[in-house]
């Protein structure tokens, strides 16, 4: 409810400023537009814009290098800062009280989304499918999904973390704050994500009365983009390496050539040059495929010949 008020809010200011009946009602659409918006960007700072993951999102698709891996918003938010500083580059990305308070108010007050709440993660096929349905059918359908996380964790055996998960917000943020002093901001896999030496006493308060810790929702957010641009770069090598080992063992020379091509200018960025595809890595990745491909059975790959000897001599005979 909030979010279709404060959409119409907008859009009919924005329209009264343009159509209004009399000078005079424009001339209080377009105040109440720019107090709106200036309070908006005020509380929740540049970040918290009206529509600015869209607009991130339009400006990297204009702007962009896409052979960069590193997305358009994060560009921006290390060039406000490189030029302001970080104590006003703060400010004007997260917000005056944010800043200065140390919690994260941007997603609390701000409008980056219009709409829906965009991924923190880079999502491909069906898994950017069932966010968006999740999206669409609103938050019942999300809590629906948190509890559905909570019980796999219960199943799992990480008992604590499933209650925590169950749990109604209140409690919820009760057991994330003694969480965090008991044994600092720590992933579902065991890693630290901050140290319990860097969480302070007034973070954890912070977390206690719902609020997430400014530095927490910083490190997320530099997690989330390191591991979406590490992808990126991944994806496109892997990519590569099939593509010239397919076309090779098809006996395609004139793709396996072009591919060649792509690969050296693959190799030609700065941020390839910790895993560059040398002709070693093409060679070993071709005597594999060649490999696997005479291992296969029923469609299936498995590398370990005992235990694909066992699993494959507990199914029935094939009947076709």
Do not use: C
């Not at 929740?44 to 869209?54: H, I, R, S």
């Not at 607009?55 to 406000?80: I, Q, S, T």
């Not at 308070?101 to 829906?116: E, I, N, P, Q, Y």
């Not at 199943?155 to 057991?175: N, S, T």
Request: net charge neutral; hydrophobic share 40%.
């Amino acid at each position: 409810q909030f979010q279709v008020n404060m959409l119409y809010r907008i859009f009919r200011d924005v329209h009264q400023a343009v159509k209004g009946e009399s000078a005079q009602a424009k001339r209080e659409a377009r105040y109440q537009l720019a107090g709106l918006t200036g309070m908006l960007t005020l509380f929740g700072g540049v970040t918290g814009m009206v529509g600015f993951n869209l607009m991130m999102a339009l400006a990297g698709a204009a702007f962009g290098d896409d052979d960069d891996p590193v997305d358009f918003e994060a560009r921006f938010k290390a060039d406000m800062v490189k030029v302001l500083g970080p104590e006003l580059g703060g400010i004007v990305l997260n917000g005056v009280p944010g800043h200065y308070l140390g919690v994260s108010l941007t997603d609390r007050v701000g409008m980056a989304d219009l709409w829906f709440r965009s991924p923190a993660q880079e999502l491909q096929g069906k898994d950017e499918y069932y966010y968006w349905l999740s999206q669409g059918l609103g938050a019942t359908s999300g809590l629906g999904q948190t509890m559905w996380g909570g019980v796999q964790l219960l199943a799992e055996g990480k008992v604590a973390r499933g209650v925590e998960m169950l749990a109604p917000k209140a409690i919820r943020d009760l057991m994330k704050a003694y969480r965090y002093q008991d044994e600092g901001v720590v992933d579902l896999r065991g890693n630290d994500v901050v140290p319990k030496d860097q969480i302070a006493l007034q973070d954890v308060f912070k977390q206690a009365i719902g609020f997430t810790p400014a530095k927490v929702a910083e490190i997320y957010d530099r997690k989330s983009t390191l591991k979406n641009a590490e992808t990126r770069v991944k994806e496109q090598r892997q990519d590569l390496i099939n593509a010239w080992g397919a076309a090779v063992l098809d006996g395609n020379k004139d793709e396996a050539r072009q591919i060649g091509k792509s690969i050296i200018d693959f190799n030609k960025s700065p941020y390839h040059r910790g895993m560059p595809i040398t002709s070693e890595t093409l060679q070993r990745s071709l005597k594999t495929r060649a490999s696997n491909r005479a291992k296969i059975k029923d469609g299936t790959l498995i590398h370990n010949k005992g235990l694909d000897r066992d699993l494959r001599g507990a199914l029935a005979e094939p009947i076709y």
